[in-house]
Structure formats: structure tokens, C-alpha cells
């Protein structure tokens, strides 16, 4: 079992930047890759950013060169740091881990507002 606690969200301006963490308790020696997705109203759910345990990472087309997803391994956190904020960022971003058991937990979701 994986906890995962995210933290971070709130309000920004068009431009803006805002910083999001993900930190896991549990069974963190069986996560194996890590990602950020987002959902909008009215909207699926989708990736936003993955993170391998090895530090590979990829990315939506419409984050990439914004957004930056990391990990710290020794603090069991996931990190996304978003630049350039735009209106159309604006979703409940969650984080998701899938473990070596091929098992996957979400955290709870923390809402991301971009005002013009």
C-alpha cells in the first residue's frame, strides 16, 4: 500500500508559476514510475508528466517546455514545476505512482486555477 499526499496547488495569474509535491509513505521500495495527470471540468483525466525510477521522464505536448516533473528519491517526493501558466491549466491535478506489482494509487487531487 502507497499513500501519496500532494500539496502545492492554488491560484495563479496567466504567466505565473506554481509548484506541486507529491510525497509517498508506505510501500515506496516497490513504486516504480511516477506521473502527474490532470483533469478538467467536463474533461478525461490525462497525463501531464511520468517520471521513471530512473529519471526518464516525458511530458504532454501542451506542458512541454513549462512544465518540469522531478523526483527525490531520498524524500520520497514527486515534484511538478509549472511555468508560463496559462488559463487552460486549470484542472484538479493529481499524482499517481504504479509499483513493480503492476499496482497504481492516486492522491487526493489538489485544484490548480489560472485567471486571465
Known amino acids: 500500500q502507497v499513500r501519496l499526499v500532494e500539496s502545492g496547488g492554488g491560484l495563479a495569474q496567466a504567466g505565473g508559476s506554481l509548484r506541486l509535491s507529491c510525497t509517498a509513505s508506505g510501500s515506496i521500495l516497490s513504486i516504480n514510475t511516477m506521473g502527474w495527470y490532470r483533469q478538467a471540468p467536463g474533461k478525461q483525466r490525462e497525463l501531464v508528466a511520468g517520471?521513471?525510477?530512473?529519471?526518464?521522464?516525458n511530458y504532454a505536448d501542451s506542458v512541454k517546455g513549462r512544465f518540469t516533473i522531478s523526483r527525490d528519491n531520498a524524500k520520497n517526493t514527486m515534484y511538478l514545476q509549472m511555468n508560463g501558466l496559462k488559463p487552460e491549466d486549470t484542472a484538479v491535478y493529481y499524482c499517481k505512482v504504479a509499483t513493480r506489482l503492476g499496482f497504481d494509487y492516486w492522491g487526493q487531487g489538489t485544484q490548480v486555477t489560472v485567471s486571465s
Open positions: 517520471i521513471t525510477s530512473g529519471g526518464s521522464t
